[in-house]
T-cell receptor
Framework: AQSVTQLGSHVSVSEGALVLLRCNYS??????LFWYVQYPNQGLQLLLK??????LVKGINGFEAEFKKSETSFHLTKPSAHMSDAAEYFC???????????FGTGTRLQVFP | DTEVTQTPKHLVMGMTNKKSLKCEQH?????MYWYKQKAKKPPELMFV???????INESVPSRFSPECPNSSLLNLHLHALQPEDSALYLC?????????????FGSGTRLTVV
């Protein structure tokens, strides 16, 4: 069965600092991987996705993620945090024997001035 | 149009009421989804429609009844709900029910059962 694990339910950074949100996946087949962001009282917005093309994926709002098969990781990064980045971030996986999108437990990002 | 529109945004209903949640998209997507999200938790899949046919029901209680009248619309009919059904209900769509497509989510309906 496929799954994703997000390390750290809460991450706090200062404005302008590097953002690193961790996601590790488990899959017996090449996975499709996604990062979504959810602002308070909103739906989820797709930040970026990996679908077996380039391993470094650039998304919206300055975010990017690198697929590392050897580490089974798909960590999300942003060089410089902005106050507006404060939100809940979900890593998700699909593919193989399931078309379902399976979410991690989420990481809440706080950005301090 | 690149949006999924959900109505109403908020809904309060009694345990004996019947209500419906609506979802609409005009992106030509052929797969549509209902998710339930409790506070501080990830979304949980409830139903999947592919080409207007129900393809996945995640063992959801029968008090939740989905309907897909056409390729642009998805409804969730609610009847005799329990207070524990209070949650954010999210609708999503994708080009097809295939793993490589990302989903487009609506902003959700905040449901409170009293």
């Amino acid at each position: 069965a496929q799954s994703v694990t997000q390390l750290g339910s809460h991450v706090s950074v200062s404005e302008g600092a590097l953002v690193l949100l961790r996601c590790n996946y488990s899959s017996s087949v090449p996975p499709y991987l996604f990062w979504y962001v959810q602002y308070p009282n909103q739906g989820l917005q797709l930040l970026l996705k990996y679908t077996s093309a380039a391993t470094l994926v650039k998304g919206i709002n300055g975010f990017e993620a690198e697929f590392k098969k050897s580490e089974t990781s798909f960590h999300l990064t942003k060089p410089s945090a902005h106050m507006s980045d404060a939100a809940e971030y979900f890593c998700a996986v699909s593919g193989g024997n399931t078309d379902k999108l399976i979410f991690g437990t989420g990481t809440r990002l706080q950005v301090f001035p | 149009d690149t949006e999924v529109t959900q109505t109403p945004k908020h809904l309060v209903m009694g345990m004996t009421n019947k209500k419906s949640l609506k979802c609409e998209q005009h992106m030509g997507h052929r797969a549509m989804y209902w998710y339930k999200q409790k506070a501080k938790k990830p979304p949980e899949l409830m139903f999947v429609y592919s080409y207007e046919k129900l393809s996945i029901n995640e063992s959801v209680p029968s008090r939740f009844s989905p309907e897909c009248p056409n390729s642009s619309l998805l409804n969730l009919h609610l009847h005799a709900l329990q207070p524990e059904d209070s949650a954010l209900y999210l609708c999503a769509s994708s080009q097809a029910q295939e793993g490589s497509y990302g989903y487009t989510f609506g902003s959700g309906t905040r449901l409170t059962v009293v």
